[in-house]
């Protein structure tokens, strides 16, 4: 009992972590979802991105830088050309031929056919003009550039190539003078520097790049996105740190630089590529796909915390039903074991009953005789002796109740022949009956097939009934016992000779503690008890009067054996 | 007495078992008592009773196990089962095994004594 009593509590007590373990259990689903599917999404998307944003990098660095050194080439060699080309006129001729008006003005038609050169000069040692050909004859004649810094330059080196310049033409233009060879005159040549702005400027660098030359000094050679002037100061950084070995390409902040020295280390060739622009599809490409894998974990997530709901509902609900099942099968094994405990009491209080009951009757004989015969209690004596004796019956019909009751759980369900059950019954009460001069007739159906129910509650059943039957009748009398098939039905009829059941008890005889039986003879448990087990066996038990006097209680059981007989019966057909 | 019946009271409780024998013997029986199937079977062997009483549960022997005994050594005499066991089952199995009949515990004597008679009648009658 302490047991039982112990698990209810604790029952209870499990209600509430268990709501919040299947919180938990649900949180950690979808954990195990935006691990096992979000994540691995992310990861790729991330990896992928990172892994074309680097390799766009490297792909363009190179590019860049493969620019950069093709563009080195073509610039150093057309500057080296122009020098050759003018060392090639001072040493084919000399500064008398080339002063004489008109011979210099065919030279510069015999080169200029691709107008590369705007204009052609003669310069003695001294700094005079001697000659001219271009479209500011009329500013530069007689002008003296002893002082000009690119005029001793010329004189000491022989040979010698300007910045890009505006000067007091208003066009940028660079000057490329070469010494003759005993350097006593010079030949000058104007380039138009829109040759390789041209050159510098095709070089493709993506949009928000640039392309630019600058002088040493951070002058700007060629315009580049921004126009002639100074370059950016992070540019002039970016030079210094390249030093002297010059080709260089890398990153720095948002752009992607390539940087070579030209013309001997006068001017720089820089390329750069705004990284952030160039990459703006690219990033386009990554928003969409990362707002699509946001909205694909959405939807995973959506579609599995509802698959998740829906299976933990059915889990918890399962897990219910099981505890409920559990606290059926304990409310059984309860029952069961309360059942056995009734029948164990039941069975020792009996021993002591007829200890008391023995020694009752022997003092009330005693008395009956000795002397206390002539005693003035006398009487009362055998009065109180005779209420121990009544009480030690009515407490036996208890303990024979409590043990009628304790047995419902016993038996297992087989296949029952019930004229064989009914007769054994009859046995063990025929004697009784005879020694009140009571028959008790058989009236069986042959030919009954086998029921499957519980035998010991059915012959609990018919002990009721039988003992009914012979209380009812109390002597010399016939108890009828009739089993009979109807249908589905087997139908079991006990009618007794006695008096038969009062109208107004009909309703009330299977009622609790209902009796017709001296008091002290009958518990009124026998018939409700009776129908309360012929109910579980799925039958039914009925009371009525007989049509010749007498009460008559029919036991009903289904025999659902529908599909059965005739299998038997074809049985029967098949063997001869 | 003459027409006494030779009673044989099988029980292991013995405030019962004692006054039961003297009641029974002041209404003419003549009674043994055993309080063990070891007592009962050397009074079986030598004072030859007629009618026996056995109770079911006993100290040394199960009482159908003694009752199946006794039926293999003197199948004609008629044994009486005693039970505080109201089993249906259990007086089924006492009667297939050869009680003549089966009485439930407290048993009023008056009717332990109409059973016995009986039961000694019938013997006879065979």
């Known amino acids: 009992m302490k047991a039982y009593l112990a698990t209810i509590p604790a029952e209870s007590l499990r209600q509430k972590p268990r709501e919040a373990y299947y919180a938990g259990q649900k949180r950690l689903f979808v954990l195990v979802v935006i691990a096992v599917a979000v994540l691995p999404l992310v990861a790729i998307n991330w990896k992928t991105s990172s892994f074309y944003q680097k390799s766009w990098l490297a792909k363009t660095t190179g590019e860049l830088s493969g620019f950069a050194s093709s563009r080195r080439e073509l610039i150093d060699r057309f500057l080296t050309d122009q020098e050759n080309l003018l060392g090639a006129f001072t040493e084919l001729y000399d500064r008398q031929y080339l002063s004489r008006p008109g011979n210099l003005a065919r030279l510069f038609q015999a080169i200029n056919k691709s107008g590369i050169i705007t204009d052609l000069g003669v310069i003695d040692a001294n700094g005079r003009h001697l000659a001219y050909v271009g479209p500011f004859a009329d500013q530069l004649a007689g002008r003296n550039y002893a002082a000009a810094p690119w005029f001793g330059e010329v004189m000491r080196q022989g040979r010698y190539v300007s910045d890009v310049f505006t000067g007091y033409r208003q066009v940028p233009h660079l000057v490329i003078a070469v010494a003759a060879p005993d350097h006593s005159w010079v030949l000058r040549a104007t380039i138009n520097s829109a040759m390789f702005n041209g050159l510098v400027s095709s070089a493709n660098v993506g949009p928000g790049g640039d392309a630019y030359i600058i002088s040493a000094g951070g002058e700007l050679q060629t315009p580049g996105r921004l126009g002639a002037g100074k370059a950016a100061p992070e540019d002039l950084a970016l030079l210094r740190a390249a030093g002297a070995d010059g080709h260089h390409a890398r990153q720095q902040g948002r752009y992607l630089y390539a940087v070579t020295p030209l013309n001997g280390g006068a001017w720089w060739l820089v390329l750069k590529t705004d990284i952030a622009s160039s990459l703006q599809e690219f990033y386009q490409a990554r928003k969409i796909g990362l707002a699509l894998i946001v909205a694909a974990a959405l939807a995973i997530l959506g579609v ?5 709901r829906s299976l933990v509902n059915r889990i918890e609900k399962a897990e219910q039903q099981r505890m409920t099942l559990t606290g059926k099968v304990r409310e059984v094994e309860k029952m069961a074991l309360i059942g056995r405990m009734a029948a164990s009491v039941a069975h020792e209080i009996n021993n002591p009953l007829q200890v008391i009951g023995a020694q009752a009757g022997w003092v009330e004989e005693l008395l009956e005789e000795g002397v206390a015969r002539q005693g003035a209690n006398h009487q009362e004596e055998l009065e109180a002796i005779g209420k121990i004796r009544q009480q030690v019956k009515r407490a036996a019909t208890i303990t024979r109740r409590l043990l009628g009751f304790s047995r419902h759980q016993e038996g297992p369900w087989q296949a029952v022949d019930l004229n064989q059950t009914v007769e054994e019954t009859i046995l063990l009460l025929e004697k009784e009956a005879r020694s009140q001069r009571i028959d008790i007739r058989r009236n069986y159906q042959g030919d009954l097939a086998p029921v499957v129910t519980d035998a010991s509650q059915l012959q609990q059943v018919f002990l009721n009934l039988l003992h009914n039957g012979v209380d009812a009748v109390e002597h010399d009398g016939l108890i009828t016992v009739t089993t009979a098939k109807e249908n589905n039905r087997i139908k079991i009829c006990f009618a007794d000779s006695g008096p038969g059941i009062a109208p107004d008890h009909l309703e009330k005889i299977f009622d609790p503690f209902f009796t017709t039986k001296a008091k002290g003879k009958g518990t009124g448990l026998g018939l409700a008890v009776s129908r309360d087990i012929m109910r579980r066996l799925q039958g039914d038990l009925r009371a009525g009067n007989g049509l010749e006097g007498g009460g008559l209680f029919t036991a009903t059981l289904e025999q659902p054996g529908t599909e059965m007989a005739p299998a038997r019966n074809e049985q029967n057909r098949g063997s001869p | 007495m003459t027409n006494e019946i030779r009673l044989l009271l099988v029980d292991d409780e013995k405030d019962f078992l004692e006054v039961t024998g003297k009641r029974l013997a002041r209404r003419g029986f003549a009674v ?59 007086g089924i199995k006492g009667i297939e095994c050869g009680a003549y009949d089966y009485c439930l515990k407290p048993v009023d004597l008056e009717e332990l004594i109409e059973r016995v008679k009986i039961a000694y009648q019938e013997s006879r009658a065979v």
Do not use: R, Y
Not at chain 2, 60 to 75: A, C, H, M, T, V
């Open chain 1, 304 to 308: 599995a915390q509802q698959l998740i």
């Open chain 2, 32 to 90: 043994k008592i055993a309080l063990t199937c070891g007592e009962a079977k050397a009074i079986l062997d030598h004072e030859w009773p007629e009618v026996v009483v056995l109770d079911v549960m006993l100290p040394d022997l199960n009482g159908i196990q003694f009752l199946k005994e006794i039926k293999q050594k003197w199948p004609l005499l008629p044994v009486i089962l005693l039970s505080g066991h109201a089993s249906v089952q259990s």
